[in-house]
């Protein structure tokens, strides 16, 4: 009762905060779906300090915590005088981090293919620009889409982070819900609800992807695991 | 520039740092070993399929890795005292990383269990071992060595989440970091975020190291 109470009154504030993180979830997978492919190109490319500047990247962004890159972004760039509002900073802060993620996701996937495939492609007199675009990216897009699937379910859960740079989103608005009506429980227990509501079908659906994708069908000779 | 660098990492501001960092380790090891006892317990119920139980733990696993850790943490500090239990800001990121952690390993558990070659429990059967004799003694070993690597990966993540708990006010590496700029934003701000960055990845990428050769080693044999 006291749940549908809450939701009369403040639906309008859950469903802005779920929209804020739905929305900042889909803008920094697009983002980190652009600088992680930037950065896998950069980490197999053929020339050594190239591909280190990629690992670098990689390596960094992989050990420090998301929370340190949003705070540089809120509280760090105020230093010179660039003041991002905490959605943006948020933003960019998880598409830096989860970059990094999908870059290594794109990596695996091109690299566990065959090399028998590349040699094929050269044999036909295929350019590699050619072998890339006909013959390993259609393969490995079915390798790199379960990972990617699951960066988009830590996407959203990360975006919770936003509600310390006082952005509006779920979390935040929950919060803001709980410490207006001392409904505590049953505030906090919507926002769990409005999570799940995104994240388990969304989870679900990579396991069907990982299950299938790796269907016998596509076992790919000498291809390793996956 | 360098005046301002040195004047932020003062010796005082950089104790103040390292002694954040061990309270992050503290909390990231303590859960660890908490969540390593309670994933093996429910990776092992699932893999059994205890009637009930199972299906209690497959709806706890789900729903507990489908939430932000972050909002676990603000759950257990914030909003069990509701329902009368009141933990310090140290248990409840101990709790709340623990409920969020428990879950991924009893995945890791149930994977490296079910990883084990068909074979040998077919032949462990047709000795006539039960169920819980061949989980003992062949395919439990078996999973613990191959958990190896992910759990460290595991751990990786976790150092990084504990930084989660400046929600609830732990004094953990971030927590202090913040403190320390705080007193003078303008100028302390990027000196002190580059240096716990710094310490952060310094910690993890040996770890990650680690877990690169042992992930090779366990493969080659």
Redesign the interface.
């Known amino acids: 009762m006291v749940y549908l109470e809450l939701l009369r009154e403040y639906g309008d504030l859950f469903w802005s905060g779920f929209r804020t993180t739905l929305g900042v979830s889909v803008v920094s997978l697009l983002g980190s779906l652009i600088l992680g492919t930037f950065i896998a190109g950069l980490r197999m490319f053929p020339y050594a300090p190239v591909a280190a500047v990629g690992r670098a990247y990689v390596?960094?962004v992989?050990?420090?915590?998301?929370?340190?890159i949003a705070?540089?972004f809120y509280?760090?760039l105020?230093?010179f005088h660039i003041n991002l509002d905490g959605i943006v900073a948020g933003t960019l802060a998880l598409t830096i981090y989860t970059a990094a993620f999908i870059a290594e996701a794109i990596r695996a996937g091109i690299h566990s293919l065959p090399k028998g495939q590349w040699e094929a492609g050269y044999a036909t007199g295929l350019s590699y620009a050619q072998i890339l675009r006909y013959v390993i990216l259609p393969q490995a897009f079915r390798l790199i889409l379960p990972p990617l699937g699951n960066q988009f379910?830590n996407l959203v859960?990360?975006?919770?982070?936003l509600?310390?740079i006082a952005g509006p989103e779920l979390?935040y608005q929950g919060?803001a819900i709980?410490n207006a009506t001392f409904k505590?429980?049953p505030a906090?227990t919507l926002?769990?609800a409005f999570?799940?509501l995104l994240?388990?079908p969304l989870?679900q659906f990579v396991r069907y992807l990982e299950k299938r994708l790796s269907g016998k069908e596509f076992v790919l000779e000498g291809g390793g695991a996956v | 520039m360098i005046e301002t660098w040195l004047e932020a990492l003062q010796p005082a501001h950089l104790n103040f740092l390292l002694q954040g960092f061990r309270i992050t380790l503290e909390v990231a090891l303590i859960t660890i070993a908490l969540s390593y006892a309670i994933g093996i317990v429910i990776g092992a119920t699932r893999y059994l399929g205890v009637p009930g139980l199972a299906t209690l733990f497959t709806i706890a696993v789900?729903?507990l890795?489908?939430?932000?850790?972050?909002?676990l943490l603000?759950?257990v500090r914030?909003?069990l005292p509701?329902?009368g239990i009141r933990l310090d800001p140290f248990w409840s990121a101990v709790v709340g990383l623990t409920a969020f952690e428990a879950a991924i390993i009893s995945e890791i558990v149930r994977a490296g269990l079910a990883s084990v070659d068909r074979g040998q429990i077919e032949a462990a059967t047709a000795s006539g071992l039960t169920r819980l004799q061949i989980l003992r003694y062949i395919a439990l070993p078996q999973a613990l060595v191959r958990m190896i690597p992910p759990t460290v990966s595991q751990f990786?993540s976790l150092l990084?989440?504990t930084?989660?708990a400046?929600?609830i006010s732990l004094p953990e590496l971030?927590h202090n970091a913040?403190i320390i700029?705080n007193g003078d934003?303008?100028?302390y701000?990027?000196p002190i975020?580059t240096t716990?960055?710094v310490l952060?990845?310094s910690v993890?990428?040996l770890l990650?190291q680690i877990a690169h050769v042992l992930e090779r080693r366990l493969l080659r044999t």
Request: glycine share 2%; proline share 4%; net charge positive.
């Open positions: 390596e960094f992989r050990n420090i915590p998301l929370l340190l705070f540089f509280f760090g105020a230093q379910v859960k990360n975006s919770s982070i509600s310390l979390l919060e709980a505590t429980l906090y926002v769990a999570y799940l994240t388990i989870s | 789900e729903t890795r489908n939430l932000p850790i972050l909002y603000i759950f914030f909003v509701t329902l990786i990084k989440d930084s989660l400046v929600a971030m913040q700029y934003p303008v100028r701000v990027l975020l716990t960055a952060y990845f993890n990428f990650s």
